[in-house]
């Protein structure tokens, strides 16, 4: 059973930074294309972040383009999140997702079935 591993939130100053980290064990986390997510409280899921599994290509939302940067560490068997000038509003729990059936040779999943639990991030004064 693939089972993800989020670390690396806190409470951090707006303009500040983090490096979020997923990781896994018993499976290699290169062989599937990997998603970052969040979710702010009282609202849903948003898709933040992507990077496939073949040639590295990435994917982001326009509100973090410029200001987040998703990469592996396939040494460490991580895909780590690095956001950059937080804003109050990025208080969210961060989650990473994949799906080993659902692979599609894309850099996002249509569909994502495996999440972990979940990294918080505060962003306050």
């Known amino acids: 059973q693939l089972q993800l591993v989020e670390s690396g939130g806190g409470l951090v100053q707006p303009g500040g930074s983090l490096r979020l980290s997923c990781t896994a064990a018993?499976?290699?986390?290169?062989?599937?294309?990997i998603g970052w997510f969040r979710q702010a409280p009282g609202q849903g899921q948003e898709r933040i972040s992507c990077i496939n599994n073949s040639d590295g290509r990435t994917d982001y939302t326009d509100a973090m383009e410029g200001r987040a940067t998703i990469s592996r560490d396939n040494a460490k068997n991580t895909v780590h999140l690095q956001i950059n000038n937080l804003k109050p509003k990025n208080t969210a729990i961060y989650h990473c997702?994949?799906?080993?059936?659902?692979?599609?040779?894309?850099?996002?999943?249509?569909?994502?079935?495996?999440w972990g639990q979940g990294t918080q991030i505060n962003v306050t004064t």
């Open positions: 018993g499976v290699t986390l290169d062989a599937y294309a």
């Open positions: 997702a994949t799906d080993p059936n659902k692979q599609n040779g894309r850099t996002c999943l249509n569909q994502y079935d495996y």
